[in-house]
């Protein structure tokens, strides 16, 4: 389990210049369900929010620097509803923009880059809590009145990197570490926010590319070729959400594809409601696939028939999912919609990142056995908390009579 800084209330849209704005820090777990117990420094620093094309990098504030970290509050889930002035950014002018950050640490001297990421670089992500940052906030008196209003989305940023150059598949030139950024919805809308495996899965394919050669046994050398081999990919995410776990393969593919050479195509699926925030993800980060962009689709695992740009695929090499269990009542349009996908070309692989939430969601691998496909868990993350995320690897092993 994976414990969150945000919201409960949300900094404003526009403050005056000067003073304090009132917030109210939280900490719990990926549904806000589960407060966390123990007490947590909080930090809070200020970043300045470009003016001029905020979006032609993978992140606004990426290569800006930020104030230094000061000690906001002691956390405590006794207090949690308390609110808490924080001092505007020291200079502030009026008209400029700027993001809160909050953090569970200061960093380290002299300040370290990325104490507002989340390093998923790191097989221990998540034994921290994780930091927060605010939607820009204008700083102007200008129309100014009363109570303005509070921010309905916030920023994460994730800290990922490529193969070493040194490695034998690289043959295009790339970033090593680069930042993610994925935006959430601060309401409690599922689809909009991100979930424990959705980190605990792209923690682990970041980890997993960079995974030698020689201590990959013959079930971690079909998942590494499927997902990390220089050909061509085809890939389907189910229940994408945010879109965390299409944009971290994305980017971690994007060495292998050039204005040249043919892209990959990775779909990122999900409910009607959750794309334009699945399309706001993607275009955030577009310069760390630029030639290989995934795609948001529409798929609802009741409907009928797959969407045509999926019917339309040549291959379709694997299927990612992370948290599709949830909700038991699902399980047979999951069933089903996985049952079309590995029925659509060659059998494609399954990768799964799985968070146990209740012991009956686990009957879904009985009823993946059921239709011939089986399922080996290959990998974890512990977080900070258990339940862990699980990574499990799935095959067709044989045509079941009820893959239908």
């Given at each position: ?55 032609t ?6 290569g ?32 400029q ?19 507002y ?12 809590v ?9 700083f ?125 195509e ?83 692989i ?55």
């Amino acid at each position: 389990m994976f414990f969150y800084i945000s919201f409960l209330r949300p900094p404003p849209i526009q403050a005056a210049p000067l003073g304090t704005i009132l917030i109210t820090p939280q900490i719990s777990n990926d549904l806000r369900t589960e407060p966390y117990e123990a007490s947590q420094d909080i930090f809070y620093s200020w970043m300045p929010y470009p003016q001029a094309n905020p979006t032609t990098t993978s992140s606004a504030i990426v290569g800006l620097k930020t104030t230094k970290p000061a000690k906001l509050t002691t956390y405590r889930n006794v207090s949690a509803y308390k609110e808490i002035p924080v001092p505007v950014p020291p200079g502030v002018r009026e008209g400029q923009r700027w993001q809160l950050i909050l953090s569970p640490s200061a960093g380290t001297a002299p300040l370290r880059p990325g104490y507002y990421t989340v390093d998923m670089r790191d097989p221990a992500v998540g034994n921290a809590v994780l930091p927060v940052i605010s939607m820009p906030i204008l700083f102007s008196a200008k129309g100014l009145k009363g109570n303005a209003k509070k921010q309905e989305k916030i920023e994460r940023m994730y800290l990922i990197s490529s193969l070493s150059p040194s490695t034998e598949e690289i043959t295009h030139e790339f970033t090593p570490t680069r930042e993610l950024k994925i935006t959430e919805q601060t309401s409690f809308d599922l689809d909009k926010k991100i979930w424990d495996s959705g980190i605990g899965l792209s923690s682990w394919l970041v980890d997993f590319q960079q995974l030698d050669k020689n201590k990959r046994n013959w079930s971690l050398g079909i998942v590494w070729d499927a997902l990390f081999s220089q050909e061509i990919r085809c890939m389907v995410e189910l229940g994408a959400g945010t879109g965390i776990v299409s944009l971290t393969i994305a980017s971690l593919r994007a060495q292998f594809s050039t204005a040249e050479h043919k892209s990959d195509e990775i779909i990122a699926t999900d409910l009607e409601s959750a794309i334009p925030l699945l399309k706001q993800n993607i275009d955030s980060n577009v310069s760390l696939y630029s030639h290989n962009i995934p795609e948001a689709e529409i798929l609802d695992w009741e409907d009928g028939e797959l969407p045509s740009s999926i019917r339309s695929l040549e291959r379709l090499d694997v299927i990612l999912m992370s948290d599709v269990t949830y909700n038991t009542s699902s399980f047979p349009a999951l069933l089903k919609t996985v049952s079309k996908l590995v029925k659509l070309r060659e059998p494609p692989i399954i990768i799964l990142g799985y968070k146990e939430r209740d012991e009956a969601e686990r009957d879904v691998w009985i009823m993946l056995e059921e239709r011939g496909i089986r399922l080996e868990k290959i990998g974890q993350r512990l977080g900070a908390a258990k339940p862990g995320v699980e990574i499990w690897f799935g095959q067709v092993v044989e045509r079941s009579a009820t893959m239908v």
